[in-house]
C-alpha cells in the first residue's frame, strides 16, 4: 500500500513561498541562505522549497517601471 503524505488541506506552492521570501526583503532572505540556496520549509506538510541564490536574486529584481516619467523641464 502506498503511503499517502499528509498533504491534505495545504494549499502552499513555490510561488506562494517566493512570495514570503519577498515579503521579508531580500537581506533576511540571502541571510537565510545556505551553501548558496535557501531552503523553506513548508510549516504545515513539511514541503521543502529551494531557492538558490540566483533565484532570491531574480525575486527580487525590480522590473523597471514601464511607467512613463514625463520630464517636463519649464
Ligand atoms: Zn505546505
Do not use: H, W
Not at 14 to 20: K, L, P
Not at 25 to 46: K, L, M, P, S, Y
Request: negative net charge; proline residues 7%; aromatic residues 6%.
Amino acid at each position: 500500500m502506498a503511503e499517502k503524505p499528509l498533504v491534505f488541506g495545504c494549499s502552499c506552492s513555490r510561488e506562494r513561498v517566493a512570495a514570503m521570501l519577498q515579503s521579508l526583503g531580500e537581506a533576511e532572505a540571502r541571510a537565510a541562505a545556505q551553501d548558496g540556496q535557501t531552503e523553506i520549509q513548508c510549516g504545515f506538510c513539511g514541503q521543502r522549497y529551494v531557492f538558490p541564490l540566483a533565484e532570491i536574486g531574480v525575486l527580487f529584481e525590480q522590473p523597471s517601471a514601464n511607467a512613463p516619467t514625463p520630464d517636463r523641464l519649464q
